[in-house]
């Protein structure tokens, strides 16, 4: 049987991957986005598809959309919770509060929205997939901006607070910690100069994780497929590490002096 998903930011980067990838696994697939050119191009091309104006600060919006989800579908399978921007940036000490606000609402309180409106639904149907888009930003320290860390670290927490909650109506609720792929938000630009910008980060991201490269959005797709998909039947409350080893530990060759001289690892 057809499947429906329901994917917040699929206009771009990941969400785009994973719109085309369950698109292709025989899901119908609404593409919710603020970028409605690039969302709707992506609907006409895949077919089986609708863009549909949704931007995650409003709740109203949600609500709408699944409504309208609800009335040309009559079910919802799976939920990908993955729009977000880097957000505010810059030392603690000169924060700005309301750029703080802002961010949280696109990057965290977002995941809070869009995981009710689709319980609501599912609990009802007593069944359903819930994926959320955290980042290993939201279990290590280190690896971005103070309050992007914070969100991302929230949403893993609220996505197993809620999976427990939902269990017992046969819904699953999952997250994804996807490392550094090679997307438009570490570029600051929307249009085609993101693929100039990203070859030089993807140059960067060589010497700095244990798997020498960036991610393509395609793989971090494939874990989202699979965690919406019945194959993870009993996964549920589960933040999933897609980083090619970021998060594992410190890279060989960054070992402090102490353990190169003591403990050397592959002779250095
Ligand atoms: N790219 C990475 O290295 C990386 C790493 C870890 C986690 N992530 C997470 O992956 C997810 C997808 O990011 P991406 O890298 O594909 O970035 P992206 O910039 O390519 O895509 C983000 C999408 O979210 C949409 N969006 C932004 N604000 C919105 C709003 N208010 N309402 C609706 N849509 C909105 C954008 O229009 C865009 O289409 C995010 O949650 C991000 O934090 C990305």
Request: a negative charge; glycine letters at 8%.
């Amino acid at each position: 049987m057809k499947k429906i998903a329901f994917i917040t930011g699929a206009a771009s980067g990941i969400g785009a991957a994973t719109a085309r990838l369950l698109n292709s696994d025989d899901h119908f697939v609404y593409i919710a986005d603020i970028q409605r050119e690039a969302g709707q191009a992506l609907a006409d091309e895949l077919g089986n598809a609708a863009f549909i104006n949704v931007n995650v600060r409003d709740e109203a919006d949600f609500e709408r959309a699944l409504d309208q989800v609800m009335s040309e579908q009559g079910r919802l399978d799976v939920m990908v919770n993955n729009a977000a921007i880097v957000g505010v940036l810059g030392p603690i000490a000169t924060l700005p509060v309301d750029q703080y606000d802002f961010s949280q609402e696109i990057i965290q309180r977002s995941v809070v929205l869009g995981t009710k409106h689709a319980a609501r639904l599912m609990q009802a149907q007593k069944s359903g997939a819930i994926v959320n888009i955290a980042s290993v930003a939201g279990i290590r320290a280190g690896y971005s901006p103070h309050v992007y860390a914070a969100c991302k670290a929230a949403v893993v927490q609220f996505t197993e607070s809620v999976a427990i909650e939902l269990a017992e109506d046969n819904v699953r609720c999952n997250a994804i910690c996807p490392g550094a792929v090679a997307t438009p938000i570490h570029t600051g630009v929307r249009d085609e100069r993101w693929l100039e910008r990203i070859e030089k980060i993807r140059e960067a991201a060589v010497d700095e994780q244990p798997m020498p490269r960036m991610a393509e959005p395609s793989e971090i797709a494939e874990a989202v497929a699979w965690l919406a998909s019945d194959r993870a039947s009993y996964v549920t409350g589960h933040a999933l590490v897609v980083d090619g080893g970021l998060s594992a530990g410190r890279l060989w060759r960054q070992q402090p002096q102490f353990f190169r001289e003591f403990h050397p690892v592959r002779g250095v």
